[in-house]
């Protein structure tokens, strides 16, 4: 299918219609890595310590397009599945996916909708699985919406029968299937009006990108006078320490007339020692973030970050002027994994299934071979 940005119409090639605008999106970051005497600057905010006026402008500028167009190929990556669900007779995608897809889908175009994507189709889509996942709640909203717009004439018997027959259904949603809030534990309703985030702590959702649930991850930065560089290389310590755990070598000693023998592991045991001189730990600075009236992800100390366990963490390694992201995974029995050049996070089952089928990361086509 050909995709006409400038006419704005996509036609059907939405999946290639998220890659050209992911592909844009890394061009505007490239631009604002040129720009001499570049801070850096955190994904969310203004370039810290500008060398600058018009350096500072010219960064922002192209860090804001390069937020946009991220935006716009996650909108259409999904969307294609959603179109398809629509306009073909059969899917290979389960309910729940589709439902969390859509749920996903109408929290992002809520303010905006991009050109070519429909919402009556992201709406019925939606709606229909709401039945299926008995979320009635949200699928009378959902009906009601589409009540107000304007809906094909394929759809619109479905709709009008269905938008009676699910007031006979209990109006409240199935508890299990509310997202619950990885970093205050708070229970979420389907939908927030203020975007895709915690209505407690304004967490913003991070998604699996390919069935689309919640996954159970904490963002959290360094303090201000560490680097990304130093924060990686005290993560990294927990390999390390390892690697002298499994070094370890027995030593013969002779005192006093007596043989002993010992394991040659002093130097481990000083930097355990050494690692719990504030007895902080990475749950309790979670602990006091929770009555803070906007979002700030956690800020650790060198101590807790070299009491991080390295497969605990996800680190996603954003190209200059912007910073690399920080995730600690609560439920670390769950395998993770980021594409680490889109830096999409998959259930790295989901990952390894779509790479046996395509050879690629589904969202930016780059080639990856199956795990031996």
Same mark, same amino acid.
């Given at each position: 299918?050909?995709?006409?940005?400038?006419?704005?119409?996509?036609?059907?090639?939405?999946?290639?219609?998220?890659?050209?605008?992911?592909?844009?999106?890394?061009?505007?970051?490239?631009?604002?890595?040129?720009?001499?005497?570049?801070?850096?600057?955190?994904?969310?905010?203004?370039?810290?310590?500008?060398?600058?006026?018009?350096?500072?402008?010219?960064?922002?500028?192209?860090?804001?397009?390069f937020?946009?167009?991220?935006?716009r190929?996650?909108?259409?990556?999904?969307?294609?599945?959603?179109?398809?669900?629509?306009?073909?007779?059969?899917?290979?995608?389960?309910?729940?996916?589709?439902?969390?897809?859509?749920?996903?889908?109408?929290?992002?175009?809520?303010?905006?909708?991009?050109?070519?994507?429909?919402?009556?189709?992201?709406?019925?889509?939606?709606?229909k699985?709401?039945?299926?996942?008995?979320?009635?709640?949200?699928?009378?909203?959902?009906?009601?919406?589409?009540?107000?717009?304007?809906?094909?004439? #394929?759809?619109? %018997?479905?709709?009008?029968?269905a938008?009676?027959?699910?007031?006979?259904?209990?109006? @409240?949603d199935?508890?299990?299937?509310?997202?619950?809030?990885?970093?205050?534990s708070?229970t979420?309703? *389907? *939908?927030?009006?203020?975007?895709?985030?915690?209505?407690?702590?304004?967490?913003?959702?991070?998604?699996?990108?390919?069935?689309?649930?919640?996954?159970?991850?904490?963002?959290?930065?360094p303090?201000?006078?560490?680097?990304?560089?130093?924060?990686?290389?005290?993560?990294n310590?927990?390999?390390?320490?390892?690697?002298?755990? !499994?070094?370890?070598?027995?030593?013969?000693?002779?005192?006093?007339? !007596?043989?002993?023998?010992?394991?040659?592991?002093?130097?481990?045991? %000083?930097?355990?020692?050494?690692?719990?001189?504030?007895?902080?730990?990475?749950?309790?600075?979670?602990?006091?973030?929770?009555?803070?009236?906007?979002?700030?992800?956690?800020?650790?100390?060198?101590?807790?970050?070299?009491? *991080?366990?390295?497969?605990?963490?996800?680190?996603?390694?954003?190209?200059?002027?912007?910073?690399?992201?920080?995730?600690?995974?609560?439920?670390p029995?769950?395998? *993770?994994?980021?594409?680490? @050049?889109?830096?999409?996070?998959?259930?790295?089952?989901?990952?390894?299934?779509q790479?046996?089928?395509k050879?690629?990361?589904?969202f930016?086509?780059?080639?990856r071979?199956? #795990?031996?």
């Amino acid at each position: 299918a050909v995709v006409s940005t400038q006419s704005g119409h996509y036609g059907r090639g939405f999946s290639d219609a998220s890659y050209y605008f992911w592909k844009l999106s890394m061009a505007y970051l490239s631009l604002a890595n040129q720009v001499e005497d570049k801070p850096m600057m955190s994904n969310n905010s203004k370039p810290e310590h500008p060398q600058g006026e018009q350096a500072e402008d010219e960064i922002v500028k192209y860090v804001n397009r390069f937020h946009d167009f991220q935006h716009r190929a996650e909108i259409y990556y999904v969307y294609e599945t959603l179109y398809r669900y629509t306009e073909e007779p059969f899917t290979s995608y389960l309910p729940e996916a589709l439902f969390n897809m859509a749920r996903f889908l109408i929290q992002q175009v809520n303010s905006e909708v991009p050109a070519g994507v429909s919402k009556v189709a992201i709406l019925f889509t939606l709606a229909k699985q709401s039945r299926s996942m008995e979320a009635y709640k949200l699928g009378r909203h959902c009906f009601d919406k589409l009540q107000g717009l304007k809906v094909p004439y #394929r759809y619109q %018997q479905a709709v009008d029968l269905a938008s009676i027959t699910i007031r006979s259904k209990p109006f @409240r949603d199935k508890e299990e299937i509310l997202p619950v809030c990885s970093k205050c534990s708070a229970t979420n309703p *389907l *939908l927030n009006p203020a975007g895709d985030q915690c209505i407690t702590c304004f967490q913003p959702f991070v998604h699996s990108f390919y069935a689309f649930e919640v996954l159970p991850l904490v963002e959290f930065v360094p303090e201000a006078d560490i680097s990304d560089e130093e924060a990686i290389r005290l993560i990294n310590a927990d390999i390390v320490s390892n690697n002298k755990k !499994a070094g370890g070598s027995w030593r013969e000693t002779v005192t006093g007339g !007596a043989e002993t023998m010992t394991f040659d592991n002093d130097d481990h045991e %000083q930097d355990d020692h050494d690692d719990e001189d504030d007895g902080e730990t990475f749950e309790t600075r979670l602990n006091n973030m929770q009555s803070l009236a906007s979002f700030h992800p956690v800020e650790v100390s060198a101590s807790i970050l070299k009491k *991080l366990q390295r497969s605990h963490v996800l680190i996603l390694k954003w190209g200059k002027p912007l910073r690399y992201q920080f995730y600690k995974n609560l439920l670390p029995d769950i395998e *993770l994994e980021a594409c680490e @050049r889109c830096h999409r996070i998959f259930y790295a089952d989901d990952l390894e299934l779509q790479i046996l089928q395509k050879n690629m990361c589904p969202f930016c086509r780059d080639p990856r071979q199956p #795990r031996e």
